[in-house]
Structure formats: C-alpha cells, structure tokens
C-alpha cells in the first residue's frame, strides 16, 4: 500500500475538529514532495491516496512499525485500529483478560475506565483520523473537481468508485464511534474546513445517517466479489447495514430486526461459502479465504509493520509453555487469555493436544498445558487458558514470510456473521426471515465445527436466543463482537450474568448501566465547547 502523510496530524491533545482544518495541500512521501494538484491529477494519483486510507486501518503512521504515528499521546505500537478496537470490545468481557499493567489496559476487565483512558482515547482519535482521511478523499472526487482536473470517462468513472467505498469506509467508522461512544462529533466532506468546532450528533441521529448512507451508496458500488481483495464493494455495504441494524434497538430505543434479516439475506446470496476449515480461518495465508471473507484489513509481515493488528493476535496469547514456533512468531508477549466462561462455551476437551484439544467442536482452539482455567489473579499470565486461533503459519504450518509481524489479515466483515445475523433477527421477528432456513445457515456452522455427521446440528427447539448468543462466542471470539452482543442482550453491565473479575470482584458483580458507553475524551472535551459527556462520567 502506498503511504502518504497530510502535513502531519497530531491528534492526542486536539479536537476532531482540527483535524477537519488540516492543511491538506501537500502529500509528503519518502524522498518526493508533491502537491495534491498533481496526485489528484490521474485516476492513478487519486487511487494511490485510496490506498492511505485503506492503509490507516493497518498501520500507525508512515515509518512502520515507528517513528512517524499517525497519532499522538499513546505509544504508537498500541496505536493500530484493530489493536484499539479489540481492547475495547473484547477486554471488557467474558472472554478476554490481559496480564499487563500499561495505565489504562487492566480497566477495561474491571470496568473501572475513565474519560482520561489513554486507551479509550486512542481509538477514538484513530477512527477520527481515519474519517478525516475519509472526507478529504471524498471532497476531492467530487463532480466539480474531476471537470475542474479534466478528468472524464473510464477514469471518472473509476474515481466515483472510489468515492464509494471512502464512503463505506466512513460510515464503518461512525459506526464504531457510535457503537463504542455513542455520540461523537460530527464531520462530512461538506463541512467547512475552517471550523475549529464541529457540532455533537445524537446516537440516534447518527443512526440514521449511517444507514442513509449505506442504502444511498450500495448501488454504486461495486459487485460483490468483483472488486480487489482488501477494497469494499456492494456487499460489505449491505453487511454494514445488517450489522447496525442488529443493534438499532441499542442505538436508537426502537428494533429494525427487518433490515437485519434483509440485507444477511442479500449478504448470503451474493455467492459466499463457508471456507471448509475453521482453524484456517486465522492463519497467514487466510488471503486465500475469499469464498467466506467480505472485507478485511490487510496485513503482510514485511509491508504493513507495527504492533497491533494480526500481530498482535499472534505475540500476545503467546507464553508460558507455548511455543513460538507453532504460531510463526519470534516469541511471545504472554498477555492475552480467555474467562472460564468463554472455554465453557464448548464441549469439554479429551486431551491436552494442540492446537484444539481433541475437542469435538474445531472452533475450541486454546491451550491448556502449563495453564489453569481458573484466573485466582489476572496478572499472571498462567491463570486462564490462552486461544490459539490467530498463527502466523500457513495451512502446512509453514511460518509467515516475517516472523516478528504477521501476515494474517482480519476479516472486518465474513459470511459467518450473516449467517449469524440472519438466525438472530428471525428468531426476533424480523419481517422475510424464515426459521428454517435460519436453522439451515446455523448448522452450516455447526456441521463445519464438528464435521458433517459428528453431533454437531441442533433441531428448532434448540435455536433459542439464548444459544444463538453462545454460537456468535463460539463462532466469532477474539474478532471483535463480544462487547456489542452483550450490550444487545443486556448482560454487558448487569450483576445476572458474571464472569471472573468482571467489575473487579473476582467473581464477577454488576456495574452501573452507564458503562455500556464509553466516555468521550477528556482532551476532547477541553477544546470543543460543543460535546457533552457521556451520562456517568
């Protein structure tokens, strides 16, 4: 991916409002300098800043894996999206614990964060990087300045394309603000890049310009499939959509289970499959993944360098007697491990064997030996049983092409999902949805976990609520799903469902309900007269 740099933009100590008044005349590269008349000049030019703004979900800045963040006020190496994103959505649940100390990390499992949470901040700064990026690009395609540039035909044509899936790509990224923090400051390429102070939007409001702009933009986007692996197309947008609307009860007090169950459906038709295997779902060349893969943020081990993403997923649940070698890394961090609750989602294993256990569910990928289930103390990284679902080998066990950082990608939206979508807002009343085709998509699942034949399909009766919630943790652990699928089924903050040291008890115990948002930054807050806090903080 070709980089580039926009004068560059230090994002800890300022508003997302600055960062819409950002001079964008020049693109710095290594050894060139260019201005943006001659970038946006050629289709060629305005794809070669596409790339930036697809690269900004896989790297921390222009020098990987250090030297030149993207942003500022956090450690660049805890920087990258996913990183930032699965600290959030997976630290604060049943399913993950982190041994490390870094301020601002163990608050996560003890609910105890703060509106000064580096953490917290990081990925709020991130996705509002990324949107910046996002809205210059789109004012740069617009009608007016392709004519004004001489630029028509195929190549125009070409770069309303393009407009498109920043669009998507937007939109991804108010929808994680959204989801995360519920009602952030708002920017579109329209907005005056003068302005030191964009205007607060409303979680609702938010809502509806989401899916406004995703029903607005998916048709013209490209065709499912049709477009180049790593670049959005026709069905990450009609994925996006189901996915919002999965949670519009949660965002917006009233349920859209309709446009969950229609637009999985348009998902599931578009000609995905399952890939057979679920263990190589996760592994370095998972590129090859295109049949079950919708979107994902590419990673390669000597390209897209730093600390988070796919290599952080291999290096951090790596230590005690795990060996470096079977996950194709260097060694581990001897960080990351799962809740009892989420290894008591799967059948009970037959052996200590890696990489599952002879466990009858394929999906039950953690390791045992060394590792006690119980975690008496979350700071020793032997308490609690690491997953092994990310490893930088291929599908022989051959290592990654750079053994410090992977080349596994992460799949932003994947066909299992819908399924999973689909199941969920049937069984809620979502108009078309059919139960049996419903219990049809989740045995899919079940019959690739088990193997056709081996116990693993359930009948009608079984497909309750309840289960499908334990499916999407069986299914979906460790991708980034967890927080939001709690939330919706009111179990993220409550003192019913508990699980070890959730909330600080070693138990479990309840939190106040304010805690299923995350608070606005406080360094957000001192500039922008215009944001309101979040109830609670």
């Known amino acids: 991916m070709k980089r580039f740099a926009n004068n560059k933009l230090f994002i800890a100590a300022i508003s997302f409002s600055l960062l819409v008044s950002c001079n964008k005349n020049k693109i710095l590269e290594p050894n060139d ?47 990258d999206f996913f990183r930032l994103f699965w600290c959030a959505q997976e630290l604060s649940t049943d399913e993950a614990v982190v041994s490390w100390a870094d301020a601002g990390l163990p608050d996560f499992h003890s609910m105890t964060w703060s509106a000064s949470n580096t953490f ?18 789109i004012r740069q395609c617009s009608d007016a300045n392709l004519s004004k540039r001489g630029i028509s035909g195929d190549s125009a044509t070409m770069i309303r394309y393009y407009k498109q899936e920043a669009r998507l790509l937007r939109a991804y990224q108010y929808w994680v603000l959204m ?41 013209s986007l490209i065709a499912p499939r049709k477009n180049e692996y790593g670049r959005a197309d026709q069905a990450a947008a009609w994925a996006l959509i189901a996915r919002v609307a ?38 370095a060349d998972n590129n090859n993944n295109t049949s079950e893969f919708i979107l994902t943020i590419n990673y390669d081990g000597n390209a897209t360098q730093n600390y988070g993403g796919s290599t952080f997923m291999t290096h951090a649940p790596v230590g005690g007697t795990e060996k470096a070698s079977d996950f194709g ?21 037959t052996s200590t064997a890696f990489p599952n256990n002879g466990n009858p569910d394929t999906r039950a990928e953690y390791w045992m030996n060394g590792q006690t289930k119980a975690i008496a103390d979350v700071s020793v990284y032997t308490n609690g049983y690491p997953m092994t ?38 069984l809620r009343g979502g108009a078309g949805g059919d139960a049996s085709q419903a219990l049809t998509y989740i045995n899919k699942l079940r019959t690739r976990a088990y193997g056709p034949g081996n116990g693993g399909t359930i009948t009608t009766s079984d497909m309750t609520l309840n289960f499908l919630l334990d499916e999407r943790g069986r299914e979906l652990y460790w991708e980034g799903f967890r927080r939001t699928d709690l939330v919706r089924y009111d179990r993220f903050t409550d ?21 299923n948002l995350f608070p606005l930054p406080t360094a957000d807050l001192s500039v922008n007269p215009n944001l309101k806090q979040n109830t609670g903080y």
């Open 389 to 426: 679902k990310y490893r930088n080998v291929d599908v022989n066990g051959v290592a990654g092409k750079n053994i410090y950082y992977a080349d596994i990608d992460i799949p932003v939206f994947r066909l299992a999902e819908q399924y999973l979508i689909y199941a969920e807002a049937t």
């Open 495 to 515: 003192g019913v469902y508990l699980w070890p040291w959730k909330g600080g008890s070693k138990n479990g115990t309840g939190v106040s309900s304010y805690r």
């Open 33 to 79: 300098q260019v201005t943006s008349a001659a970038v946006y000049s050629t289709a060629a030019g305005y794809k070669s800043v596409l790339a930036k703004v697809y690269a900004a979900f896989a790297l921390t800045g222009n020098n990987g894996p250090a030297g030149s963040a993207d942003i500022a006020g956090i450690d660049e190496g805890t920087s």
């Open 246 to 283: 999965l949670n519009a009860k949660v965002y917006t007090g009233t349920a859209n289970w309709d446009d969950a169950v229609k637009y999985s459906k348009k998902v599931i038709d578009a000609g995905y499959s399952l890939i057979s295997n679920y263990t190589h779902l996760m592994l």
């Open 120 to 137: 917290l901040a990081g990925l709020y700064y991130r996705s509002t990087y990324q949107i910046t990026l996002c809205n210059e690009f």
């Open 329 to 349: 890394v260097d060694g581990g961090w001897a960080g990351i491990r799962a809740t009892g609750n989420l290894i008591d989602l799967f059948p009970a294993p």
């Open 179 to 219: 989801d995360v923090f519920g009602n952030p400051p708002f920017a579109t390429e329209g907005d005056q890049l003068g302005s030191a102070t964009p205007k607060q939007i409303d979680r609702a409001s938010l809502y509806t310009y989401i899916m406004n702009e995703l029903k607005d933009m998916e048709g």
